[in-house]
Structures are given as structure tokens and as C-alpha cells.
């Protein structure tokens, strides 16, 4: 079982989904939340990214997505994004559901992609919703309807997911006869519970694999952009 079963399966299938975490854009030098690398001067991200944060410790949390926002300007989506978007196109998969909030899958070109933790590339008031631009926000002003602090429209941890995104995830989640899950720890609740969800096959691939991931008809450990590079030869060369 290996790359070659993934691209085999691709190939077979008539619906796929591939549901992606932060480990997807880490080789785009954007870290993920879970490894040390991902740590932010020392303090974990997932700390900061609460809803407590935000009401309790605006300066800090600004700061950190000030970080974010200005760190994505620096990055793009690698390789292995633009190989799912010729995937769609070829009509190998369906749909995009992400736990990313950095807009690649967009930027890529991907067309059926659900952001389930919102985007950090538009931004509104904390309190009354109003739609804001980054300037806005980089620069720390207050909502100018209500004067309340601004924010990213992203889903913090504390937050509800978006229910479009959620349902339409589930729905192809449940009719996909492939789920491919890349780059992702899984611990994030309730995203981690799609690949449960679904009676087709599913495919794991992530740069470290545990007992937690024992349910995966397929596990591939590697890097995400190497993983969908290799597969993507396969599939090249099984479709002749
Ligand atoms: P996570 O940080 O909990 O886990 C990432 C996983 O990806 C880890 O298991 C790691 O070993 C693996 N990984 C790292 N680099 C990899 C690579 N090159 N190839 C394959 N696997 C790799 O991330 P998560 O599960 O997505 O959950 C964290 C939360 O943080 C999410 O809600 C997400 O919204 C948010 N987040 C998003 C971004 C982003 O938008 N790029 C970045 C950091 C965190």
C-alpha cells in the first residue's frame, strides 16, 4: 500500500474529497499550529486564537494576527496546490473542504472549496459584523458604526463553524467514494470528526502519524507537496 494504491484509488473513484489542515501549507513557509516551529515567541497559537483573546487580550491578539496577515504576503501556494486545482479540473475531485484559513485552495484556482475556519483575508467588526478592509484592521482602527475592535473572519476556537461551509463539507464527505486528508493533527473538533463520516475510502497523508490515525485505509507518511507530486506522476502515467 502506497502512493501507487492512492493514485489507483483516485483514478477509480467518482467522488473525492480532500480535506486539508495547516500541515498542507507548511511547505508555502506558513507554520502550522501544532509543531514547535508553529509557536509564536514562545507562546502556542492555539492560545491565542480563542475568543478569550480576543475580548480579554485585544492588543495581544492583534498583534498576533498582524503577524498572520503581513506573514501571507510573503507566501503562495506550493506545487502540490496547484496540482489538486489540475486534479479538479480533470474532474479526479469534487470538492475542497480546508481547516486553513490563509485562502490558498482559493488563490490557486481550486472553483468547490469550503473554508470551514472562515479566511484571514477579509476582515469586520468584532461587534456589530460590519464589513472592514485590512488596512483597517492592520491599523488597528475601531469599527467606525460602533467603535468596537476589529477582526479577521476567521472561526476562533470558542466559535461555531460557518453552516454552509459545515453542511456542504458533509454532504460531499458522505457521497465521496475517496477521502484524502492532508496535513492535518485531527484535533481540532468538530472538523476531525469528517473523515468519519464518510463510507468511502479514506487516504491520510501527514508528516507524522500516530495510533490516532489507525482508521485510515491508507496512511502515507511524507510531506504533503512531495506526497501529491508523486501521486500525481502515478496518475499521469496509469491514465496513459
Ligand atoms: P495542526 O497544526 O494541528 O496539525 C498540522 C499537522 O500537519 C501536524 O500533524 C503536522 O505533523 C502535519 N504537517 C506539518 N507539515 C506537513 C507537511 N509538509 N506535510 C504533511 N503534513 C505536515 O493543524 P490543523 O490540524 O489544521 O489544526 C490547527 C488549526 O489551526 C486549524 O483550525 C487551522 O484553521 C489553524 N491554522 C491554519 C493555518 C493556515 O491557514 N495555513 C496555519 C496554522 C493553523
Excluded at 483514478?11 to 474529497?17: A, D, E, Q, R, V
Excluded at 460590519?130 to 476567521?154: A, D, Y
Aim: proline share 3%; glycine share 8%.
Amino acid at each position: 500500500m502506497s502512493v501507487r494504491t492512492l493514485a489507483t484509488w483516485l483514478l477509480n473513484s467518482k467522488h473525492t474529497t480532500i480535506f486539508t489542515g495547516a500541515g498542507m501549507s507548511t511547505e508555502s513557509n506558513i507554520p502550522d499550529f501544532r509543531s514547535k516551529d508553529g509557536w509564536w515567541r514562545n507562546i502556542d497559537p492555539r492560545t491565542v486564537a480563542t475568543t478569550t483573546a480576543l475580548q480579554n487580550n485585544f492588543d495581544l491578539f492583534h498583534e498576533f494576527y498582524t503577524m498572520r496577515v503581513q506573514g501571507l504576503k510573503q507566501c503562495s501556494p506550493h506545487p502540490g496546490y496547484w496540482i489538486l486545482v489540475d486534479w479538479e479540473k480533470r474532474g479526479l475531485v469534487q470538492a475542497i473542504t480546508t481547516q486553513n484559513v490563509d485562502g490558498f485552495h482559493i488563490a490557486a484556482g481550486n472553483q468547490e472549496v469550503y473554508e470551514l475556519h472562515g479566511s484571514i483575508r477579509s476582515f469586520r467588526c468584532a461587534s456589530c459584523s460590519w464589513e472592514v478592509t485590512e488596512e483597517q484592521f492592520l491599523n488597528k482602527e475601531s469599527c467606525k458604526h460602533c467603535g468596537g475592535n476589529l477582526r479577521p473572519n476567521i472561526v476562533l476556537f470558542g466559535e461555531g463553524l460557518p453552516e454552509d461551509s459545515w453542511n456542504a463539507s458533509i454532504l460531499h464527505i458522505r457521497r465521496s467514494d475517496l477521502v484524502i486528508v492532508i496535513g492535518t493533527s485531527l484535533e481540532v473538533y468538530p472538523a476531525s470528526e469528517l473523515p468519519n463520516m464518510t463510507n468511502g475510502k479514506t487516504v491520510y497523508i501527514n508528516f507524522e502519524v500516530d495510533q490516532h490515525n489507525r482508521n485510515f485505509d491508507l496512511i502515507i507518511k511524507g510531506k504533503a507537496g512531495e506526497v501529491l507530486s508523486q501521486a500525481n506522476e502515478l496518475v499521469k502515467k496509469l491514465n496513459g
